[in-house]
């Protein structure tokens, strides 16, 4: 009983401990099956952050193949960049051999940047000098003030341009400017040189021209004008102020300043020829005037012009012309009138006088034929004038003696020995046989020999002719 009681005892201490044991191990067990849990929480968790990354790391991967795909267009654009620049450049450097432009760039301590061989050969500054002060460099002072005004431009930004002759003899037109960055900075100076040896020469010529010109006008007291018409604009040469006493400044610009000068008398028809060339009426301008010095008096003017532009409508636009001092001329005009009208009326008075003379008068040629007679020769010889008119007196069947002498050779009469010897031949006694009259007649003739101004030779005799009865 008591052994019954002590497996009893140990059975139920047995199952004691091995629920304490199953207790343990179930407690053991729900710990576990909590960390499990925690774990499987912990999983979870993580496999959702490597979702969330995965899906980063796809986004990031779909921005990187952009960016790669920007990188390749970029680097695309930078080929083409620099295939440009490279066309740039090549262009560049054929612009500057073809067109024989020299350039010489300084930087910003004008230091020798770059260089061209034109602007080597222009300066005496070779490839070598590159990096070198300008002021440093020997032989490249082309004129007195080249480094000023270099330096001028570096400080002030304001272009200068200037013509300089190499010591060839080339000119150039060289224009020093700022050299400019694409942000509008100022990095240096640019300095170019233009060959303008061809214009220097035909500006030499046409000033040549000009000079011969202006001499040409000085010496045929002549200027030249042209009038802007819509603008009213008058440009003249400085010959006509010369003439006129005035200079440019006491002259308005306007046809007017001109115009207000002209004498009172010649005003009206000046306008009228105006009026008459911008209308169409007449194909120039031309007309003479009296002009009013600056010190009162007035001067002939002789003008000439014409419109040599018009608009597009056909209205005058400009008009050019030439105005002459002809007062000299207008002077001696008047003195040729003057002596006109003395000679028209000495010609009267001789040709009262030659036809009222009582004596007979015979105008011969220095041939002798007879050029005239009075009516009282005609009425001697007894014909019309046209019949002794262009004959010699040996022609007209008359002889001629002296007294108690044989037939006087013609060229002995009085007439003829005046036109030969270019003396005065006095009154001498003559015995003429007249055919018609079948009679002698007794005459007195003298002649006197007629001679052009600084002549020698006589060109005509006057022959006095009266008969003694």
């Not at 010489?104 to 222009?122: E, T």
């Not at 005009?333 to 015979?362: M, R």
């Given at each position: 009983m008591t052994n019954d009681l002590h497996e009893s005892d140990a059975f139920r201490g047995r199952i004691e401990e091995l629920e304490r044991d199953l207790q343990h191990k179930s407690e053991k067990l729900e710990q576990a099956l909590e960390s499990l849990e925690a774990m499987n929480q912990e999983l979870l968790s993580t496999n959702e952050e490597l979702t969330a990354s995965n899906e980063e790391l796809h986004r990031t991967n779909?921005?990187?193949?952009?960016?790669?795909?920007?990188?390749?267009?970029?680097?695309?654009?930078?080929?083409?960049k620099i295939d440009e620049l490279t066309q740039l450049n090549a262009d560049f450097d054929n612009l500057h051999r073809n067109t024989f432009i020299g350039d010489l760039y300084l930087d910003r301590h004008l230091a020798i940047r770059k260089i061209n061989q034109v602007a080597a050969s222009i300066t005496n500054i070779s490839v070598a000098d590159i990096g070198k002060p300008l002021r440093h460099v020997t032989g490249n002072a082309l004129y007195e003030h080249f480094f000023r005004d270099i330096e001028s431009v570096s400080e002030t930004q304001v272009a200068i341009e200037q013509e300089v002759c190499d010591s060839q003899g080339k000119w150039y037109l060289m224009r020093v400017v700022p050299y400019m960055t694409k942000e509008n900075l100022?990095?240096?100076?640019?300095?170019s040189f233009i060959d303008i040896s061809n214009q220097k020469r035909?500006?030499?010529?046409?000033?040549?021209?000009?000079?011969?010109?202006?001499n040409a006008l000085k010496m045929g007291e002549m200027s030249w004008w042209e009038w802007d018409?819509?603008?009213?604009?008058?440009?003249?040469?400085?010959g006509k102020y010369r003439m006129l006493g005035y200079e440019k400044e006491e002259m308005g610009e306007g046809y007017e300043s001109w115009t207000k000068l002209i004498h009172p008398d010649d005003y009206g028809p000046s306008m009228e020829a105006m009026r008459a060339h911008l209308k169409g009426e007449a194909?120039?301008?031309f007309t003479e005037f009296r002009i009013r010095h600056k010190f009162g008096h007035y001067l002939w003017y002789k003008d000439n012009g014409g419109i040599v532009t018009r608009t597009?409508?056909?209205?005058?636009?400009?008009l050019i012309g030439i105005v002459q001092n002809i007062s000299r001329e207008k002077a001696q005009e008047q003195k040729y009138i003057d002596a006109l009208k003395q000679a028209q009326q000495k010609e009267a008075d001789f040709s009262f006088l030659f036809n009222e003379l009582p004596q007979g008068v015979l105008l011969q040629a220095a041939s002798g034929e007879v050029l005239d007679a009075n009516p009282v020769a005609l009425d001697l010889f007894g014909l019309a004038l046209d019949e002794i008119r262009g004959r010699l007196l040996s022609r007209l069947g008359w002889t001629f003696s002296k007294e108690n002498e044989m037939a006087l050779p013609s060229t002995e009469f009085p007439g003829l020995v005046a036109l030969r010897t270019g003396q005065k031949q006095n009154t001498e006694m003559f015995w003429a046989y007249d055919p018609k009259?079948?009679?002698?007649?007794?005459l007195m003739v003298s002649a006197v020999p007629v001679f052009r101004e600084?002549?020698?030779?006589?060109?005509?005799?006057?022959?006095?002719i009266s008969e003694i009865k």
């Amino acid at each position: 009983m008591t052994n019954d009681l002590h497996e009893s005892d140990a059975f139920r201490g047995r199952i004691e401990e091995l629920e304490r044991d199953l207790q343990h191990k179930s407690e053991k067990l729900e710990q576990a099956l909590e960390s499990l849990e925690a774990m499987n929480q912990e999983l979870l968790s993580t496999n959702e952050e490597l979702t969330a990354s995965n899906e980063e790391l796809h986004r990031t991967n779909k921005e990187l193949q952009f960016v790669n795909e920007e990188l390749y267009k970029v680097n695309a654009a930078h080929i083409r960049k620099i295939d440009e620049l490279t066309q740039l450049n090549a262009d560049f450097d054929n612009l500057h051999r073809n067109t024989f432009i020299g350039d010489l760039y300084l930087d910003r301590h004008l230091a020798i940047r770059k260089i061209n061989q034109v602007a080597a050969s222009i300066t005496n500054i070779s490839v070598a000098d590159i990096g070198k002060p300008l002021r440093h460099v020997t032989g490249n002072a082309l004129y007195e003030h080249f480094f000023r005004d270099i330096e001028s431009v570096s400080e002030t930004q304001v272009a200068i341009e200037q013509e300089v002759c190499d010591s060839q003899g080339k000119w150039y037109l060289m224009r020093v400017v700022p050299y400019m960055t694409k942000e509008n900075l100022v990095d240096g100076v640019l300095i170019s040189f233009i060959d303008i040896s061809n214009q220097k020469r035909v500006q030499n010529i046409a000033s040549d021209l000009n000079i011969r010109l202006d001499n040409a006008l000085k010496m045929g007291e002549m200027s030249w004008w042209e009038w802007d018409y819509e603008t009213n604009h008058v440009n003249t040469g400085v010959g006509k102020y010369r003439m006129l006493g005035y200079e440019k400044e006491e002259m308005g610009e306007g046809y007017e300043s001109w115009t207000k000068l002209i004498h009172p008398d010649d005003y009206g028809p000046s306008m009228e020829a105006m009026r008459a060339h911008l209308k169409g009426e007449a194909t120039t301008y031309f007309t003479e005037f009296r002009i009013r010095h600056k010190f009162g008096h007035y001067l002939w003017y002789k003008d000439n012009g014409g419109i040599v532009t018009r608009t597009a409508s056909g209205k005058p636009k400009l008009l050019i012309g030439i105005v002459q001092n002809i007062s000299r001329e207008k002077a001696q005009e008047q003195k040729y009138i003057d002596a006109l009208k003395q000679a028209q009326q000495k010609e009267a008075d001789f040709s009262f006088l030659f036809n009222e003379l009582p004596q007979g008068v015979l105008l011969q040629a220095a041939s002798g034929e007879v050029l005239d007679a009075n009516p009282v020769a005609l009425d001697l010889f007894g014909l019309a004038l046209d019949e002794i008119r262009g004959r010699l007196l040996s022609r007209l069947g008359w002889t001629f003696s002296k007294e108690n002498e044989m037939a006087l050779p013609s060229t002995e009469f009085p007439g003829l020995v005046a036109l030969r010897t270019g003396q005065k031949q006095n009154t001498e006694m003559f015995w003429a046989y007249d055919p018609k009259r079948e009679e002698n007649l007794r005459l007195m003739v003298s002649a006197v020999p007629v001679f052009r101004e600084n002549e020698s030779t006589p060109c005509q005799v006057y022959s006095m002719i009266s008969e003694i009865k």
